[in-house]
C-alpha cells in the first residue's frame, strides 16, 4: 500500500502537463505555533471548480488541532505537527471523491 506521501506525489505527477507544473504545486513548511502548513494549488486541475467545506478538527487543542480549507484556487491545511499526514489524507479523500475520471 502506498504511503499517504506517495499519494500526493502521485497525484502531483497525474496533473504535470508540460505546463502546469511551472506555475504550480504543493508545498509543506512550517509554521511558528508550532504547526505544519500544506498548500496545493488548484487552478488548471479538475479540482479548480470544485468547491471544499472547510474542517476544523481539536482547534482547541495545542498539540493536536488542524484546519483545513479552500482559499481562491488553492487547498490550505494547517496543523499542529502531528497532523501533517491528515492534513494531506483530508486532501486526497475529497480529491478522490471530486476528480474527473479519465
Known amino acids: 500500500m502506498k504511503s499517504t506521501l506517495q499519494r500526493l506525489s502521485d497525484w502531483y505527477t ?3 502537463d508540460g ?3 511551472h ?4 508545498k509543506i513548511t ?8 500544506v498548500d ?3 487552478q488548471g486541475t479538475s479540482l479548480a471548480a470544485v ?3 472547510e474542517k476544523k478538527d481539536r482547534y482547541d487543542s495545542k498539540t493536536e488541532w488542524m484546519i ?3 482559499k481562491e484556487n488553492r487547498f490550505e491545511g494547517r496543523g499542529a505537527p502531528s497532523r501533517l499526514e491528515d492534513i494531506i489524507l483530508e486532501f486526497l479523500v475529497w480529491a478522490g471523491r471530486h476528480e474527473k475520471k479519465g
Open 51 to 53: 468547491s471544499y467545506e
Open 23 to 26: 506555475g504550480s504545486g504543493f
Open 14 to 16: 497525474s496533473q504535470c
Open 30 to 37: 512550517t509554521l511558528d505555533n508550532p504547526g505544519v502548513a
Open 19 to 21: 505546463d502546469w507544473e
Open 40 to 42: 496545493i494549488d488548484l
Open 68 to 70: 483545513c480549507s479552500r
